[in-house]
């Protein structure tokens, strides 16, 4: 059984995430993993509190929340 914080955690997602699960399930458009744009990306992230990652997933994704089995049960325009 599930008591209200577990349930919560799978209607709602993950309050925190990982930055290496972010890393290892992002498809790139147009860019490398190696472009200076993407690292500054990580390094920017790296430096962040959870409130401003959590604003940030907000404005990428429309969830300041990750799924319960992190980025790669994540939703995008055209699926998983």
Known sequence: MFNHKELELLISGLPT??????????????????????????EILEVMDNEERAKFLQFVTGSSKVPI???????GMRGP
């Open 17 to 42: 995430f990982s930055i290496e699960d972010l890393k290892v399930n992002t498809e790139f458009a147009g860019f490398n993993p190696n472009d200076p744009q993407v690292l500054w990306l990580w």
């Open 69 to 75: 089995e992190g980025f790669k049960g994540l939703q």
